[in-house]
T-cell receptor, first 110, second 114 residues
């Protein structure tokens, strides 16, 4: 459960959709999470998905889970400049162990 | 969801000194953790703060360098001892709630060691 991988950067134009991808390694992970970190701030929980689901939608956010490929994605619709931040995926291993990806820095251009 | 407050939020520290970071949660939580986030890096778990007993440290972290207290279910402290510039990091307190199986974070304490 320690190798959670993300691409480091993503740049999109305001109004476009953003898709941030993550791969994880532990098939026994029961929950997978997306956190947002704005400059100078801590981590804010955005959303999470149970491993027995393949999709979860919450307003502008859509999480897709492909358990077979151990692939998680976060889609942000109608991306705004306020969405510029670092996005971390995390997997929950052994109920109280969380492993975080390296973070994807999303840059939204006006 | 739990609301977590940390202080100090930022500090500039002299090499060789120690600093204690306080973490207060607005509700009783099952578990509390301390993470470190070095500049441009992801989060690394330092230790699990256990109520009324010694913390459980991850590989690479030791009690002498990072003493931790957790006197009750809502409060914990992390001390960074004998600081060096390599300790310049964000230190994040977090709390895990069994209900919802979710981990929440404080705003972090940004330490710069000069």
């Amino acid at each position: 459960g320690e190798d959670v991988e993300q691409s480091l950067f993503l740049s999109v134009r305001e109004g476009d959709s953003s898709v941030i991808n993550c791969t994880y390694t532990d098939s026994s992970s029961t929950y997978l999470y997306w956190y947002k970190q704005e400059p100078g701030a801590g981590l804010q929980l955005l959303t999470y998905i149970f491993s027995n689901m393949d999709m979860k939608q919450d307003q502008r956010l859509t999480v897709l889970l492909n358990k077979k490929d151990k692939h998680l994605s976060l889609r942000i619709a109608d991306t705004q400049t306020g969405d510029s931040a670092i996005y971390f995926c995390a997997e929950n291993y052994n109920f109280n162990k969380f492993y975080f990806g390296s973070g994807t820095k999303l840059n939204v251009k006006p | 969801s739990a609301v977590i407050s940390q202080k100090p939020s930022r500090d500039i520290c002299q090499r060789g000194t120690s600093l204690t970071i306080q973490c207060q949660v607005d509700s009783q939580v099952t578990m509390m953790f301390w993470y470190r986030q070095q500049p441009g890096q992801s989060l690394t778990l330092i230790a699990t703060a256990n109520q009324g007993s010694e913390a459980t440290y991850e590989s690479g972290f030791v009690i002498d360098k990072f003493p931790i207290s957790r006197p009750n279910l809502t409060f914990s402290t992390l001390t960074v001892s004998n600081m060096s510039p390599e300790d310049s990091s964000i230190y994040l307190c977090s709390a895990w709630e069994r209900q919802g199986n979710t981990i929440y974070f404080g705003e972090g304490s940004w330490l710069t060691v000069v």
